[in-house]
């Protein structure tokens, strides 16, 4: 049985990035960057006003002022500023050098004339505030989320080069499960693991083919033909004696690196390698399913993406006793602005932690207590 860091630094050390691609901005959400992206100009380009109100002459010291023109945002004209007059400005305008900008709420108009009651402070936004010319703005290695895909769409980079799609395989084993828009029969249950791999691959830019089949490892075997970069076989990954994952891969000639992990939920885990491609039988417990997901499959789809080959860890206390277990424990955990709050969950069956987990917290086998700093990554 491998331990959990044992597992990820097999998939650390063994997985290369796949190739990279330049793509479309609109379709690079959720890739991984594999350039440093730099500022091609000082950010801003220019000094822009912050605010709406006036600009005059800096060291103008004029009683009062008359009101001479406009420059409005997008405004390219050259505007001089010359002793007692003012012109209006906008916020985003670009401001004429040696300019101060005085905000609205600090001016009273009449009739053509203004006055402030406050100058001195500074209302533009200078150019290169924000960044300098040849700064790195979004590093190689970025899983591309809104923020850096609007980042890199004010610089003009509209062909990013992100690692390309990822194909994965995800097979449903189990003669119980039927699809989730069919009514159960007897014995029968939804298939929710199909679901969510499907939602977990759209945040990730990944190519997905699902397929379903019975508890069969002829239907197994007929199911994984073919070439992926990535291949999850959902149940059947146990001991049991239908329990086929294994058996299947190791015929379609995948080398079994991992049968077993000490894990709590998901020790049944299987890794293979064949080449490139990597598969992973995954426990068909929804919880188990979830949790092997993030945990595993996740470190070992970044580093095929390019990515740090380690999961994202962050800190905090956990809001409840938690316990521990002789196999490291993986708890649903809702992230609270105080901490983690532990969803209750009995059986790697259960299922309705999932519905406000948005984080899994690293328990050791000793357990925690109540306020207790502990690791854990997001799952959102
Ligand atoms: P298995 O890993 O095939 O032994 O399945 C373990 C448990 O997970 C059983 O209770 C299955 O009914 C359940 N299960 C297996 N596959 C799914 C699925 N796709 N969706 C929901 N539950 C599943
Ligand atoms: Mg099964």
């Given at each position: 049985m491998k331990t959990v860091d044992e597992v990820w630094e097999l998939l650390r050390w063994e997985i290369s990035a796949r190739q990279a691609v330049e793509t479309d901005l609109a379709d690079a959400l959720g890739g991984v960057l594999r350039e440093d992206v730099r500022a091609p100009e000082d950010q801003p380009a220019f000094d822009r006003s912050a605010?709406?109100?006036?600009?005059?002459?800096?060291?103008?010291?004029?009683?009062?002022?008359?009101?001479?023109?406009?420059?409005?945002?997008?405004?390219?004209r050259r505007h001089e500023l010359t002793a007692g007059h003012a012109l209006r400005i906008s916020t985003g305008a670009a401001v004429p050098a040696a300019g101060e900008v005085i905000m609205l709420e600090d001016a009273a108009e009449s009739e053509g004339m203004v006055r402030f009651s406050r100058r001195g402070r500074d209302h533009v936004r200078r150019r290169g505030e924000d960044a300098r010319?040849?700064?790195?703005?979004?590093?190689e290695g970025t899983r591309l989320g809104p923020g850096a895909i609007a980042l890199l769409a004010s610089v003009g980079c509209i062909r990013p080069k992100v690692t390309r799609g990822i194909d994965i395989l995800h097979v449903a084993t189990g003669n119980e499960i039927v699809a989730a828009d069919a009514?159960?029969?007897?014995?029968?249950?939804?298939?929710?693991?199909?679901?969510?791999?499907?939602?977990?691959?759209?945040?990730?830019?990944?190519?997905?083919?699902?397929?379903?089949?019975?508890?069969?490892a002829e239907a197994l075997r007929h199911a994984i033909e073919g070439r992926r970069d990535v291949l999850l076989v959902s149940g059947g990954a146990s001991?049991?004696?239908?329990?086929?994952?294994?058996?299947?891969?190791?015929?379609?000639?995948?080398?079994?690196?991992?049968?077993?992990?000490?894990?709590?939920?998901g020790k049944p885990l299987i890794v293979g390698r064949r080449g490139e491609e990597?598969?992973?039988?995954?426990?068909?417990?929804?919880?188990?399913?979830?949790?092997?997901?993030?945990?595993?499959?996740?470190?070992?789809?970044?580093?095929?993406?390019?990515?740090?080959g380690a999961p994202a860890m962050f800190r905090g206390p956990v809001l409840a006793d938690v316990n521990g277990n002789p196999r490291e424990t993986w708890w649903p955990a809702s992230e609270e602005t105080t901490g983690l709050r532990p969803l209750r969950w009995a059986s790697s069956g259960d299922m309705t932690a999932l519905g406000t987990a948005n984080a899994l917290v690293r328990v050791p086998v000793s357990g925690l207590a109540a306020g207790r700093e502990a690791e854990f990554i997001r799952v959102t």
């Open positions: 605010v709406d109100g006036f600009v005059v002459g800096a060291g103008d010291s004029s009683e009062v002022f008359c009101i001479v023109g406009e420059i409005r945002a997008g405004d390219g010319a040849g700064d790195v703005l979004v590093a009514n159960p029969g007897p014995g029968q249950i939804r298939d929710s693991n199909s679901p969510l791999v499907a939602a977990w691959a759209r945040t990730k830019r990944m190519r997905l083919e699902q397929k379903r089949v019975g508890e069969d001991v049991g004696g239908h329990d086929c994952t294994a058996e299947v891969l190791d015929a379609a000639g995948f080398e079994i690196l991992v049968t077993k992990v000490a894990v709590r939920p990597w598969a992973f039988g995954l426990p068909g417990n929804p919880l188990s399913h979830f949790v092997c997901l993030h945990v595993f499959v996740d470190v070992a789809l970044t580093a095929m993406q390019g990515g740090s």
